[in-house]
């Protein structure tokens, strides 16, 4: 696996680093075996698709109840703070691109050359007429950091030895979901499906994994579709058609001059 520390080793380096700073009135009583193991299986499905950088293109469907549409994108990231995504086809909407640095994003309108800063009144909108809004992007963050993971189910399902998890938010996790249900391959631990819950409880969206396959070195899903729970019928795909990880890319990549560049 092309990774500096493999996500396990990343688990105990931070684990151990933990207990070395605890005092020893703080000090939590050691994880259990099924906790360290939904910890680790957490880890590495939060890195698979995340590297010190990242460079691809990607093909993304929409189809809704008035509409399908299909665009080709070219995808950069830096770390977890930054990233550009700069539409390739349909020509109509090609340069169309969205810049995220930290928690500050703007996209860029080639059709009127304008750069809009994001106000936090349009974070829930949607990101380019998909099922993601801009809040998704700019909240992309580790699922290890927020929530806490427990196994709820381990053996035969559908004919796969899965492992099925569930993670709830630490109490000061800035998220909108109050639970999240994963199902995981016993032996790749690789995603097959989400399920996402609001905070009543209710399923809001389901993100679903396929085609897996070998793209810059790692195995993993290329097809993510994601299902929201009250608009039957609709979804957006994302298809992974390249990736590669670990590029040595310019911090000038991720300006607003980079993101008005035709």
Excluded: C
């Amino acid at each position: 696996m092309n990774r500096a520390l493999s996500p396990l080793s990343l688990f105990w380096v931070l684990l151990v680093t933990a207990t070395l700073f605890l005092p020893p009135d703080r000090a939590v009583s050691a994880p259990s075996p099924d906790e360290q193991e939904a910890r680790a299986i957490l880890l590495e499905i939060d890195d698979l698709w995340r590297a010190t950088s990242s460079q691809g293109t990607v093909r993304m469907q929409v189809k809704t109840a008035n509409y399908t549409r299909t665009m080709r994108m070219e995808i950069w990231s830096k770390g977890k703070e930054k990233s550009l995504v700069r539409i390739v086809s349909p020509l109509k909407e090609k340069d169309t691109a969205s810049l995220k640095t930290g928690n500050t994003m703007y996209t860029y309108l080639p059709k009127t050359d304008r750069t809009i800063r994001l106000t936090s009144g349009m974070m829930m909108s949607s990101w380019m007429g998909s099922h993601f809004t801009n809040d998704d992007l700019v909240k992309e963050s580790r699922l290890a950091d927020d929530y806490e993971p427990g196994i709820t189910f381990r053996g035969k399902r559908d004919g796969r030895e899965i492992i099925e998890f569930t993670l709830r938010p630490h109490p000061d996790a800035a998220v909108v979901w109050g639970r999240i249900v994963m199902t995981v391959t016993a032996q790749d631990h690789l995603p097959l499906f989400a399920s996402y819950y609001d905070e009543d409880n209710v399923l809001a969206r389901t993100i679903l994994f396929s085609e897996v396959k070998t793209m810059g070195g790692r195995l993993l899903p290329a097809v993510l579709k994601v299902v929201p729970t009250d608009k039957p019928g609709e979804y957006t795909e994302l298809v992974y058609e390249t990736l590669r990880f670990d590029l040595d890319l310019p911090e000038s990549l991720f300006s607003l001059l980079e993101l008005r560049r035709r």
